[in-house]
T-cell receptor, first 116, second 114 residues
Framework: GAGVSQSPRYKVAKRGQDVALRCDPI?????LFWYQQALGQGPEFLTY????????KSGLPSDRFFAERPEGSVSTLKIQRTQQEDSAVYLC??????????????FGPGTRLTVT | AQSVTQPDIHITVSEGASLELRCNYSYGATPYLFWYVQSPGQGLQLLLKYFSGDTLVQGIKGFEAEFKRSQSSFNLRKPSVHWSDAAEYFCAVGAVTNAGKSTFGDGTTLTVKP
């Protein structure tokens, strides 16, 4: 079946604009994760959903970042009033298992956000 | 807090040569450990994982990794590298009780010489 998909693949935003990044996880996957990957670094955890519940948002860098997964499938990461330091690749991953079970995450190709 | 260190930012090997990528982790309990590969423009692909049991783990594409608790290491190896293995490799440690979120190293870029 289809893997994790993300859209758009590339986004250029002027500083101060709001952006919305979409993630379509693998059908039936319970868990969904968002990561931020700055240039030359590994992914850093942003937030975690189990179905529609956002159980961990400890990695969100500021209150300008907001994520939702209202029906337990598609998720949207929204960044308000973008800043240059928000420029990064945003990765989404999904997993069949709940958080306390041995799991494997499947990653999407990411959205590269450039803030000018 | 959990952390991962990949000491080598960039490694170059000749095609057909053996490969070892280093990974050291810090974690307070038994870790879940992963190696991922990322090709340009692609998402991360899981190569292998360690949860428990046999400390030598086999993965896809001919890769293997060995968990050494005494050294807090989880090094990735391949006996003979192919040109298609050129990519960026990430080691990650996961927490069982913490939403399954993973902490990643900063990656090692592998270049393969013909």
């Amino acid at each position: 079946g289809a893997g994790v998909s993300q859209s758009p693949r590339y986004k250029v935003a002027k500083r101060g604009q709001d952006v919305a990044l979409r993630c379509d996880p693998i059908s039936g996957h319970v868990s969904l994760f968002w990561y931020q990957q700055a240039l030359g670094q590994g992914p850093e955890f942003l937030t975690y959903f189990q179905n529609e519940a956002q159980l961990d948002k400890s990695g969100l860098p500021s209150d300008r970042f907001f994520a939702e997964r209202p029906e337990g499938s598609v998720s949207t990461l929204k960044i308000q009033r973008t800043q240059q330091e928000d420029s990064a690749v945003y990765l989404c991953a999904s997993s069949l298992a709940e958080r306390t079970v041995s799991y494997e995450q499947y990653f999407g190709p990411g959205t590269r956000l450039t803030v000018t | 807090a959990q952390s991962v260190t990949q000491p080598d930012i960039h490694i170059t090997v000749s095609e057909g040569a053996s490969l070892e990528l280093r990974c050291n982790y810090s974690y307070g309990a038994t870790p879940y450990l992963f190696w991922y590969v990322q090709s340009p423009g692609q998402g991360l692909q899981l190569l292998l994982k360690y949860f428990s049991g046999d400390t030598l783990v086999q993965g896809i594409k001919g890769f293997e990794a060995e968990f050494k608790r005494s050294q807090s290491s989880f090094n990735l190896r391949k006996p003979s590298v192919h040109w298609s293995d050129a990519a960026e490799y990430f080691c990650a440690v996961g927490a069982v009780t913490n939403a399954g979120k993973s902490t990643f190293g900063d990656g090692t870029t592998l270049t393969v010489k013909p």
